[in-house]
């Protein structure tokens, strides 16, 4: 049979093509052993629903919109003020002027220093729409009156109402009405990771916002660097920079959870800010009374660990024989600690019934105590277990920091 080149192509053609079937067909069969498994089947990528990010403890962590920074700026941001202090300083006469001598040889033409002008700038928040304002106590420190200025430009003369050095508060009265305000958060649910946004005036450029993440949380005033306060800071990486000051830190949804207020010289990328909770209490005060107060026991304490225990039973001369609680390492005289019997070496291991196991935790107890009403304290003393009733009484400003 003469077959034309055309058709022995097309030959070889349908060969092949049946021959690949055949193979595919053979290997499905063999597999599965029905004609169903012929059919090839449609592979479809299974996406999994989004889950929210949880904490470890199965809280879920809500994020706004992809444009929350701006959201959160735009609602906050009417509030957010300028605060302008300026005071007059008396320079210091040196010593060597007070010298006869100099007094004899210039007589009435002896040059006196003249006084100096100090300025700062700060920024700060309000909290109520009939003018009241929160900042940080170093901003206003040593005046009476403070320029406020808007973001919108209006300036107002601000009263100071009272200052806190302990917890670097102060408050801000300006007599004007229907204000922008801002809108309180919470920080018992803050973990390292969620967002962070600061808004301030910093190197005096007005209306500055910088964004980072909440980086740590219960910072000591000892970490910190500022042991004198009286404060757990929040840690975050967003820029704080001088003239930050006093302004709010918030949260992606535009909530106030802090004020901005350290910045460590050393530090890089690193800020602090006084928890909202912390701040809203001492405003309160300072607002009610100019003034507030700060439960105080008299006693400075230590960390406890098995490293440790030894070396401070050596150091106290006491017996220390467990290794969880606070170590009291002295007890101010006439104390609210030393009128209910609490000594040098007791070990402190809870506070109305919830351990403790830093200085921090027992200082944040008793902050949040108050005054004149008993603390019970369960105390380790050479192995033996007491119990103690204190009355916390009010800080005393001569006193050295502790609980």
């Not at 100096?116 to 009156?145: P, Q």
């Not at 402190?348 to 019934?353: A, D, M, S, Y």
């Not at 277990?385 to 009010?394: G, N, R, T, W």
Request: proline share 6%.
């Amino acid at each position: 049979m003469n077959v034309t080149l055309k058709q022995l192509t097309l030959y070889l053609a349908l060969l092949s093509i049946g021959g690949g079937v055949g193979c595919l067909a053979g290997r499905y069969i063999q597999a599965g052993n029905h004609p169903e498994d012929l059919v090839l089947p449609v592979v479809r990528q299974q996406i999994p629903p989004f889950t929210p990010p949880q904490t470890p403890d199965n809280r879920v962590i809500e994020r706004s919109n992809s444009n929350f920074i701006a959201e959160a700026v735009e609602k906050v941001g009417p509030a957010v003020v300028r605060i302008d202090a300026t005071s007059r300083v008396a320079s210091q006469v040196p010593e060597a002027f007070k010298n006869p001598l100099f007094k004899r040889f210039f007589g009435d033409s002896l040059p006196l220093p003249e006084e100096r002008v100090k300025r700062g700038t700060g920024s700060g928040f309000i909290l109520t729409a009939e003018g009241r304002i929160i900042t940080n106590a170093h901003v206003v420190s040593g005046v009476d009156t403070v320029k406020v200025t808007l973001k919108d430009g209006r300036e107002f003369e601000g009263k100071v109402q009272g200052i806190d050095p302990l917890t670097d508060v102060a408050v801000v009265k300006i007599n004007v009405k229907g204000l922008p305000t801002v809108t309180m958060g919470k920080t018992d649910n803050l973990v390292p990771g969620q967002w962070a946004i600061a808004i301030g005036n910093p190197l005096g450029l007005d209306n500055t916002v910088t964004v980072g993440i909440i980086s740590a949380t219960g910072r000591s005033s000892s970490q910190v660097g500022i042991p004198d306060k009286r404060v757990r800071f929040i840690q975050t990486d967003a820029a704080i920079n001088p003239g930050n000051s006093g302004g709010p830190l918030l949260n992606d949804a535009g909530e106030v959870i802090g004020i901005n207020t350290a910045i460590r010289a050393d530090a890089q990328g690193l800020g602090f800010a006084i928890p909202i909770e912390t701040a809203q209490r001492i405003a309160d005060q300072l607002f009610a009374k100019g003034k507030a107060d700060h439960p105080y026991l008299g006693v400075q304490m230590v960390n406890l660990t098995a490293v440790s225990k030894n070396e401070l039973s050596q150091q106290l001369n006491v017996k220390i024989t467990t290794e969880n609680g606070v170590v009291i390492t002295r007890v101010v005289e006439k104390s609210p600690a030393a009128s209910a019997g609490l000594r040098q070496g007791d070990v402190i291991q809870k506070i109305n019934g919830v351990a403790v196991n830093a200085p921090g935790e027992v200082q944040e107890i008793v902050e949040s105590s108050t005054i004149g009403k008993d603390l019970a304290l369960e105390v380790n003393r050479e192995g033996k277990i007491e119990k103690f009733k204190v009355k916390p009484a009010a800080f005393p400003a001569a006193s050295l920091s502790g609980g």
